[in-house]
């Protein structure tokens, strides 16, 4: 089994639409989760970070499930520019001083005109 | 501007051939990173560095080689070791340590072999 997993879409929404995607992860563990987007053929670029249950920016929000081991990404009222893919990503303690971040490999949105 | 910066942009070798890839940060951030992107998978880890003159192997080591002599910087080494070396290669930087805070990306090296 993965160490992080999301559905690999694409998720073909309209303008103003409303998406959620999904993220669950493997290693109880984990300590912190973040969202970033990436363009195509650009670097990942941090979106979210989410370190409680979760949190709202604008258009977006992040929940975090730790019971469930799962996360997720709301984005409401879709713009075209929000076209990218999401990754998921989860910071994991393997003992000590040692973490390591644990990246998804990423949901492709793609919002239609 | 404070932020990170990779060169070459693209970068095209001969296999056999060793290359050195650059990554300069002035955000002053302690943590350094390098990690290899393939199509349809996540980013994977290849060395990290949390302090100057100290660096660790992540998951795919073999076949790289790195240094940081400087805060800035983090050069990342492609040897001809590497038997699978195409790839999209990103740098990332980090305040805090230990590992596992955000992480700040460069807009990353395409390397090509030919």
């Known amino acids: 089994r993965k160490e992080v997993e999301q559905d690999p879409g694409p998720f073909n929404v309209p303008e103003g639409a409303t998406v959620a995607f999904n993220c669950t992860y493997s290693?109880?563990?984990?300590?912190?989760f973040f969202w970033y987007r990436q363009d195509c053929r650009k670097e990942p670029k941090l979106l979210m970070s989410?370190?409680?249950s979760g949190n709202e920016d604008g258009r977006f929000t992040a929940q975090l499930n730790r019971a469930s081991q799962y996360i997720s990404l709301l984005i409401r009222d879709s713009k075209l520019s929000d076209s990218a893919t999401y990754l998921c990503?989860?910071?994991?303690?393997?003992?000590?001083?040692?973490?390591?971040?644990?990246f998804g490999t990423g949901t492709l949105l793609a919002v239609q005109p | 501007d404070g932020g990170i910066t990779q060169s070459p942009k693209y970068l095209f070798r001969k296999e056999g051939q060793n290359v050195t890839l650059s990554c300069e940060q002035n955000?002053?951030?302690?943590?350094m990173y390098w990690y290899r992107q393939d199509p349809g998978q996540g980013l994977r880890l290849i060395y990290y560095?949390?302090?100057?003159?100290?660096?660790q192997k992540g998951d795919i080591a073999e076949g790289y080689s790195v240094s940081r002599e400087k805060k800035e910087s983090f050069p990342l080494t492609v040897t001809s070791a590497q038997k699978n070396p195409t790839a999209f290669y990103l740098c990332?930087?980090?305040?805090?340590?230990?590992?596992?805070?955000?992480?700040?990306f460069g807009p990353g090296t395409r390397l090509t072999v030919l």
């Open positions: 990332a930087s980090s305040s805090r340590v230990p590992l596992g805070n955000e992480q700040f």
């Open positions: 990503v989860v910071n994991v303690n393997y003992g000590g001083a040692t973490n390591k971040l644990i």
């Open positions: 955000l002053n951030h302690d943590a």
């Open positions: 560095s949390q302090i100057v003159n100290d660096f």
């Open positions: 989410v370190y409680s």
């Open positions: 290693n109880s563990a984990s300590q912190s």
